[in-house]
């Protein structure tokens, strides 16, 4: 059980222990799996910011438009407001052009960003560091850890506005989605406020386009995972050997990617203790991208102990941004 890169702390060789048992776990599942979290090493996080850049991915773009536009709006339904909180920040733009946009009050704010990636969370610190008057505290951990720190440090009165943007719910599945918002609403206030992006259902084409790219990106988004279960795993996969698929399964309201095997081969994970081997056309599947209906989001909020606000929708790309209020 030796991974092969040596970690440099006793966190690290925790998290790479993890990353180990999870591939031995769902490469070892009936169809192969692979968790999409493990996309985010340095270069998958930087690959996803191309994706975001590209003319066929339109749900980061539409999401900014949709803030700029409904800024003040959505700020004014939640005063008095002490608090953000943005449960992967990304690049810290999205809270920023929010904030910009919509702040009319004046007095301090505190901003809680959560992620598990220093990176991340050091290029949205440094984005949000120009806001006038704003604390910012960074939490390095899961969602789940980081809203029960904050739970647990709040202290100026005022609500608090949580965002939760980018689609990011698309990478659960239903019970999932239900489990994570129940987790955010138990970790609120009655008054707080959750702001909520969701990429919506929309034609089939657009829909494959958008995660099968002419440029490859996505491609490569997809098969660096294999790159970094090789790097950090000691693993040999051929990646030549592995071609990207993006499918719309509409029975499921779900786009998928899977990692389809282009020749019998048998794969060695040593981290893992783990030799798998694969028949040609055989895939792994390695993410789930939900595609919701405005009422749909409505109703996982309000089944979450939520209260409907507000929705705003961008028709163009299809998109909502859905507020709610925890009861
Ligand atoms: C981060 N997440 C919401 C993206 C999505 O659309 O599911 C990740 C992604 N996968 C392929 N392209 C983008």
């Not at 007095?107 to 990176?119: E, I, K, Q, R, Y």
């Not at 489990?179 to 406020?193: E, K, P």
Request: contains cysteine; glycine residues 8%.
């Amino acid at each position: 059980m030796r991974p092969s890169v040596a970690p440099d702390s006793a966190a690290e060789r925790g998290e790479l222990e993890a990353f180990a048992g999870d591939v031995e776990y769902y490469l070892t599942l009936t169809p192969r799996q692979l968790p999409s979290r493990y996309f985010y090493d340095a270069l998958g996080s930087a690959l996803f910011e191309a994706i975001c850049q590209l003319p066929w991915y339109r749900v980061t773009r539409a999401e900014r438009r949709l803030l700029a536009r409904h800024g003040r709006a959505i700020l004014t339904r939640v005063q008095p407001l002490s608090t953000f909180v943005e449960l992967g920040p990304g690049s810290g733009e999205k809270m920023a052009a929010l904030i910009q946009s919509g702040r009319s009050r004046q007095g301090p704010l505190t901003v809680h960003l959560v992620d598990v990636s220093a990176a991340a969370l050091d290029l949205a610190h440094r984005t949000l560091s120009a806001l006038e008057d704003a604390e910012i505290v960074l939490h390095e951990a899961t969602y789940e850890v980081g809203l029960t720190q904050i739970a647990a440090e709040r202290q100026r009165a005022g609500r608090t506005l949580t965002l939760f943007l980018g689609s990011n719910i698309g990478n659960f599945d239903p019970p999932g989605a239900d489990a994570f918002l129940h987790h955010i609403r138990a970790a609120l206030t009655a008054g707080d406020a959750l702001l909520v992006g969701t990429d919506l259902v929309k034609p089939a084409h657009e829909l494959q386009i958008a995660y099968d790219d002419p440029l490859g990106v996505t491609a490569a988004f997809n098969r660096n995972l294999l790159v970094r279960i090789n790097r950090e795993l000691g693993a040999d996969f051929d990646i030549d050997a592995f071609r990207h698929r993006a499918l719309w399964n509409a029975a499921e309201s779900r786009m998928e990617m899977h990692l389809v095997s282009a020749r019998r081969q048998r794969v060695r994970v040593p981290a893992s203790s783990l030799e798998v081997g694969f028949d040609v056309g055989e895939s792994i599947w390695t993410e789930s991208s939900y595609k919701y209906q405005p009422q749909h989001v409505v109703g996982a909020l309000e089944r979450a102990g939520f209260r409907f606000a507000d929705q705003w929708i961008d028709e163009t790309d299809g998109f909502a941004l859905t507020l709610a209020e925890a009861m």
